[in-house]
């Protein structure tokens, strides 16, 4: 199993990106789905996060900037981001709760998988 992150680059404050992670491989159900970033110097946190039924949750630095959505069918996540602040720069990692299994699924028996960072910069 791959997640397979896009979107990042350089973007001007109060710009806009996208990012999207697609998982990739043998997969029965994705359940919680998000976007986490680490700056220079700096841990990893949550940005947001998505359930499988669209139950989402940010970090109140994000509130009201960012959007996170889901397509299930297409195991993928998207990240919309707007208003983009300096301090928005960071690697950004995806990553995905997945049941390889019908059996991991009703053993609650997931897989933590992250994908590789698509760096952000904001900057003028």
């Known amino acids: 199993v791959q997640l397979q992150a896009y979107g990042g680059g350089l973007v001007q404050p109060g710009g806009s990106l996208r990012l999207s992670c697609a998982a990739f491989?043998?997969?029965?159900?994705?359940?919680?789905m998000g976007w986490y970033r680490q700056a220079p110097g700096k841990q990893r946190e949550l940005v947001a996060d998505?359930?499988?039924?669209?139950?989402?949750n940010y970090a109140e630095s994000v509130k009201g900037r960012f959007s996170i959505s889901r397509d299930i069918a297409q195991n993928t996540v998207y990240l919309q981001m707007n208003s983009l602040k300096s301090e928005d720069t960071a690697a950004y990692y995806c990553?995905?709760?997945?049941?390889?299994?019908?059996?991991?699924?009703?053993?609650?028996?997931?897989?933590?998988?992250w994908g590789l960072g698509t760096l952000v910069t904001v900057s003028s």
């Open positions: 491989g043998s997969i029965f159900s994705i359940g919680v």
């Open positions: 990553n995905a709760e997945i049941f390889r299994r019908i059996q991991d699924y009703y053993g609650g028996n997931a897989l933590d998988a």
């Open positions: 998505i359930t499988s039924s669209g139950k989402t």
